[in-house]
């Protein structure tokens, strides 16, 4: 935290409502940083912005607030001057090229006025596999930016993806302590909360249960999302 004392932070990401992974996440990295002495924060919400299905191309509703989003962030780093930004950006199908934009307009800010950008990925990278071209910008981006992994098994992953100089922290989401009982039945049960999608490992997941017998009870709560 003594990092960020005394900084400017712009906070670029996801805050309820919906309520999903990463906007929980998010609400708790702001209450966190506006507990911390002297720091200065702004945050644009990106869920306004977006869609579930992160697909803005086929809607012409956010192709029109997408525009919003872009001119919100460069008067934010034009007349707000961050030392510390932290953005949550897609590495999935169409959300990946949306985010390009950002990411370019982050980059050039970051050569001139040398702040340090963290982002925070929520996901697998599949689109990063599969494309050359996502690749190639993605190794190009993150030589400049610090990436926020949730475990080491993404760390590993994302590993064959990453420049050699490339800084990598992984930092597991937390959650806040709440007291419970423990139910008076034997069968253990595997809860999924999240989008059910290839890339959450949601459909990794279903093929796993199938490997157990009824002793152990798979729940999946959650809307499915087309990636």
């Known amino acids: 935290l003594n990092m960020i004392k005394n900084k400017k932070i712009l906070f670029l990401g996801h805050k309820p409502p919906p309520l999903h992974g990463a906007s929980l996440v998010g609400e708790q ?39 919003i989003l872009i001119f919100n962030l460069i008067v934010k780093l034009v007349f707000y001057r961050p030392k510390i930004i932290y953005m949550t950006p897609s590495v999935n199908s169409y959300g990946y090229y ?3 934009s950002l990411f370019f307009i982050i980059y050039c800010y970051k ?15 599949l689109i990063l596999k599969e494309s ?12 400049q930016f610090e990436l926020i992994l949730l475990s080491k098994y993404l760390h590993k992953e994302f590993l064959k993806l990453l420049p050699k100089d490339a800084i990598v922290h992984v930092l597991p989401n937390s959650t806040p302590a709440i007291s ?31 490997r157990f017998n009824e002793s152990v009870k798979f729940i999946f709560a959650g809307p499915f999302i087309s990636d």
Not at 41 to 58: C, D, E, G, R
Not at 111 to 125: A, D, L, Q, T, Y
Not at 132 to 143: D, G, I, R, T
Request: glycine share 2%.
């Open 29 to 67: 990295i702001i209450k966190l940083l506006l507990s911390t002495e002297n720091v200065r924060l702004k945050s644009i919400n990106v869920n306004i912005f977006f869609s579930k299905s992160n697909n803005i191309f086929f809607k012409p509703f956010y192709l029109i607030k997408f525009p």
């Open 98 to 100: 949306r985010d390009l």
């Open 111 to 125: 050569k001139f006025f040398k702040s340090k950008v963290f982002c925070h990925i929520h996901m697998r990278p």
């Open 132 to 143: 050359a071209l996502a690749k190639s910008s993605w190794l190009m981006f993150m030589s």
């Open 180 to 210: 419970y009982h423990l139910s008076a039945s034997n069968k253990k049960i595997v809860l999924f909360i999240g989008h059910i999608t290839h890339s959450k490992g949601a459909f990794r997941l279903l093929e796993l249960s199938n």
